[in-house]
T-cell receptor, first 113, second 111 residues
Framework: GAVVSQHPSRVICKSGTSVKIECRSL??????MFWYRQFPKQSLMLMAT?????????EQGVEKDKFLINHASLTLSTLTVTSAHPEDSSFYIC?????????FGPGTRLTVL | AQSVTQPDIHITVSEGASLELRCNYSYGATPYLFWYVQSPGQGLQLLLK??????LVQGIKGFEAEFKRSQSSFNLRKPSVHWSDAAEYFCAVGRGQNFVFGPGTRLSVLP
């Protein structure tokens, strides 16, 4: 099956710093990748759709200047949380599409102190 | 607009007992339906999916689900639950880029 990786799996940072999370499709090319956010004991909420070579499409209520998404190649999308604050602490999950299937990464736990 | 409901927030069953997790959806076209499982602190693992054809779908770990168009449901079942099945279960509906998750059902398993 298709494999999607995320790096890092866990990150702890100080308030005000920026954090970059990578999402890679390891064995297939993904024109579209998605970024989700999951708060404790809650479901996944779509943050943005990342298309290779174009600007990301953000869901309503998601600050595009705070959550920078870059999809520079068909196998890599990055999410940068800029000027992170404690309320940004969450579990971030990416996915990549192949046909009508979505394949999910293992997630990144972000803790902002 | 697409939506997914999972009426049961938390279910507790005894090991060896049967299990059914409910999922209802609203979708404007023929839906693609998925069940995922998530262990604490982990990503999502696909249990099974329905695209078309036979409405009874077999998945991994002994799970199955039945698509009932008349009831807009896609309930997940397992005849005998194992302690390792304790996790969060998410139903999802969508096609490609339009993907919506349900709120999840937490499954606890008693020894």
């Amino acid at each position: 099956g298709a494999v999607v990786s995320q790096h890092p799996s866990r990150v702890i940072c100080k308030s005000g710093t920026s954090v970059k999370i990578e999402c890679r499709s390891l064995d297939f090319q993904a024109t579209t990748m998605f970024w989700y956010r999951q708060f404790p004991k809650q479901s996944l909420m779509l943050m943005a759709t990342s298309n290779e070579g174009s600007k990301a499409t953000y869901e309503q209520g998601v600050e595009k200047d705070k959550f920078l998404i870059n999809h520079a190649s068909l196998t890599l999308s990055t999410l940068t949380v800029t000027s992170a604050h404690p309320e940004d602490s969450s579990f971030y999950i990416c996915s990549a599409t192949r046909g009508d299937d979505q394949f999910f990464g293992p997630g990144t736990r972000l803790t902002v102190l | 607009a697409q939506s997914v409901t999972q009426p049961d927030i938390h279910i507790t069953v005894s090991e060896g007992a049967s299990l059914e997790l409910r999922c209802n959806y609203s979708y404007g076209a023929t839906p693609y339906l998925f069940w995922y499982v998530q262990s604490p602190g982990q990503g999502l693992q696909l249990l099974l999916k329905y695209f078309s054809g036979d409405t009874l779908v077999q998945g991994i770990k002994g799970f199955e689900a039945e698509f009932k168009r008349s009831q807009s449901s896609f309930n997940l079942r397992k005849p005998s639950v194992h302690w390792s099945d304790a996790a969060e279960y998410f139903c999802a509906v969508g096609r490609g880029q339009n993907f919506v998750f349900g709120p999840g059902t937490r499954l606890s398993v008693l020894p």
